[in-house]
């Protein structure tokens, strides 16, 4: 089991999303979110439900607070640099770590058999960027997100930030940090992963027999790569090559980013997620890109579950829009959709 392939990566997707496409409309549906703190935590928000609400600085607007939320996403990087710092320190003897983790080591060496993880650097950077990736991209788009500011005759005066209207955009206070790191951190890891099977796919399809092998990533950046390649067919033996999904994962999230952040009505944004979802679904059902099938049918119904969601969601927005009472057991079906793949992680 690891968190950057397989189900238990499609169910951190299936948490993320689920909390960033705001099911409830942003309040405008009456859906008291009981699976916020399960689901945000996926996301390194950590403070609904854990910590209370404080004013950091009054002077703060919220693009300040978008840029103070990146620390967030560095979360897993800092546990992961604690952990291994404490593990070199109990390997090389030092006496209080030694005599502090001795209760522990039976537990954690039966867990670490148990679950076959193999605990390195290389795996914990590749848990980070999967974990993380949400968290930047999405405060990423939403700090180069633009608004208009009209009269009262319905012409645009000037162009703001979306979540500042006292902001003219582009401020380069938030749009230089937004670029960097949708550039670094949003668009190379999912390029990377992609790339060995489009060189591999111009091999197969070239005229001349192109021989590719020196572009191909060099040993130590493959290793890291094969951390999200894990159950993907590799393209052995002539089949179809598809590693690619890996990527594929990260650009699911960036065009469902995009359209949360540049979509005005919620309405256009849930009818989008439900083609995509749909679209994304028969993918899986009919390329198969996993080794072992059973994978295959979970995200094809993880996709399917997404779906259904999103159209709860538009139902009930349709239903709030129009006066019309609320059908409780749309409601109750809408939960157990959203809780139904916690239960394969309990």
Same mark, same amino acid.
């Given at each position: 089991m690891t968190v950057t392939s397989g189900p238990l990566n499609a169910f951190v997707f299936f948490a993320q999303v689920t909390s960033v496409i705001k099911v409830d409309a942003d309040g405008m549906i009456p859906l008291q979110n009981v699976t916020r703190q399960y689901l945000n935590i996926w996301n390194m928000d950590f403070r609904t439900g854990f910590i209370k609400q404080f004013c950091l600085r009054s002077s703060f607007n919220t693009m300040d607070i978008f840029l103070l939320r990146y620390g967030e996403a560095l979360y897993p990087l800092i546990l992961l640099c604690i952990i291994v710092g404490v593990i070199s320190l109990y390997n090389k003897g030092f006496r209080v770590v030694v005599l502090l983790l001795r209760p522990f080591h039976y537990c954690l060496a039966r867990f670490q058999q148990w679950s076959n993880l193999q605990p390195s650097i290389t795996g914990g950077i590749a848990i980070f960027i999967v974990i993380s990736y949400t968290k930047f991209t999405l405060l990423s788009l939403l700090l180069l997100t633009p608004g208009g500011l009209y009269n009262s005759t319905g012409d645009q005066v000037t162009s703001v930030h979306y979540y500042s209207g006292d902001v003219d955009f582009p401020s380069k206070k938030y749009l230089i940090p937004a670029i960097i790191v949708l550039a670094t951190f949003g668009?190379?890891?999912?390029?990377?992963?992609i790339y060995p099977s489009l060189l591999r796919l111009f091999e197969r399809l070239s005229c001349w027999k192109l021989n590719l092998t020196k572009l191909?990533? $060099?040993?130590? %950046? &493959?290793?890291?790569?094969?951390?999200?390649?894990?159950?993907?067919?590799?393209?052995?033996?002539?089949?179809?090559?598809?590693?690619?999904?890996?990527?594929?994962y990260f650009i699911l999230r960036i065009i469902l980013f995009v359209v949360y952040g540049f979509t005005d009505q919620w309405h256009t944004q849930y009818l989008f997620q439900i083609l995509l979802f749909i679209v994304v679904a028969f993918l899986f059902a009919f390329i198969r890109p996993?080794?072992?099938?059973?994978?295959?049918?979970?995200?094809?119904?993880? $996709?399917?579950? %997404? &779906?259904s969601i999103s159209t709860f969601s538009l139902y009930n927005l349709i239903q709030t829009r129009i006066g019309s009472n609320l059908n409780p057991y749309a409601f109750a079906i809408q939960y157990i959709l959203i809780v139904v793949p916690l239960l394969y992680c309990i």
């Open positions: 668009l190379i890891p999912p390029l990377l992963l191909y990533p $060099f040993p130590k %950046l &493959a290793m890291f790569m094969d951390e999200f390649y894990g159950c993907y067919k590799d393209g052995r033996d002539r089949k179809l090559d598809c590693r690619w999904f890996a990527g594929f996993y080794r072992k099938d059973w994978l295959n049918n979970l995200d094809c119904c993880m $996709f399917l579950i %997404l &779906a």
